[in-house]
């Protein structure tokens, strides 16, 4: 891929797809960077070859400490570096007891029924990232936060990124430093309802990280340099 954003024409014989003389009609410019996600080892292996930002899913700073040990050691073996961003959904609201009271709203609109199809079906996933998530919660509802304000609800009715940051704003704002304290530096966030929720997190967290210089808006015109004074940059929040 990176040839061909760079003008060159490829010619591939692989195992499943092979082309000849590719060639792209118009070149990106500038060339966008690489986001790549997965938690088996061959995943690992091509993000430390390929990718220019690794993407894990919300599971706790233990378990991300170690897959971002993990990843460094194996793109120090190529001779690169990566960058590190996390998936997440969030409810933050001005108490902790209002945001939990919102995840056991929807807590509480999760048929049983549903839990235990959607379960079974992700259970027959092959993908580790998957079976990651599932092992969080292992499908009961009694134990659902597994780290502070990490709650692992979301999961019980849908794949993929299951977790959710529950609390306050200055307790989503200090989970959110203890991850940035691990190497990530992009976040990747949405909730439920998601516009309201994009809402809340907007005025009520990222001003107290913005206050910490955790944050800046991606508008400010000030001069930027290389390496970024400001150590974690809050991706828009995608669904």
């Not at 990106?28 to 690992?44: E, K, L, T, W």
């Not at 907007?202 to 210089?213: D, F, N, W």
Request: charged content about 25%; aromatic content about 8%.
């Amino acid at each position: 891929m990176r040839e061909l954003w760079q003008g060159r024409t490829v010619d591939l014989h692989g195992e499943h797809l092979r082309v000849q003389d590719a060639k792209l009609a118009r070149v990106p410019d500038p060339v966008p960077q690489v986001y790549f996600g997965g938690s088996s080892p061959i995943a690992g292996e091509i993000a430390a070859r390929h990718a220019d930002v690794y993407l894990t899913w919300g599971e706790p700073p233990a378990q991300v400490a170690g897959k971002l040990d993990r990843l460094r050691s194996l793109a120090a073996a190529e001779g690169r570096t990566l960058r590190f961003g996390i998936r997440l959904h969030v409810i933050t609201r001005d108490t902790a007891e209002q945001a939990w009271a919102e995840a056991n709203r929807l807590l509480d609109g999760f048929d049983p029924e549903t839990v235990a199809s959607v379960q079974a079906g992700l259970a027959r996933s092959e993908s580790e990232g998957q079976r990651r998530m599932l092992a969080l919660h292992g499908g009961r509802r009694d134990r659902l936060e597994i780290h502070p304000n990490l709650w692992a609800g979301i999961g019980l009715v849908r794949g993929g990124a299951g977790t959710a940051l529950v609390g306050s704003h200055e307790e989503v704002a200090e989970r959110i430093k203890e991850y940035h304290a691990l190497g990530i530096d992009e976040f990747i966030l949405s909730g439920y309802p998601h516009l309201e929720e994009a809402y809340w997190f907007g005025e009520g967290v990222l001003p107290r990280l913005a206050a910490q210089g955790l944050w800046r808006h991606p508008a400010d015109n000030e001069a930027v340099p290389a390496a970024p004074a400001t150590p974690a940059v809050l991706a828009p929040f995608a669904s």
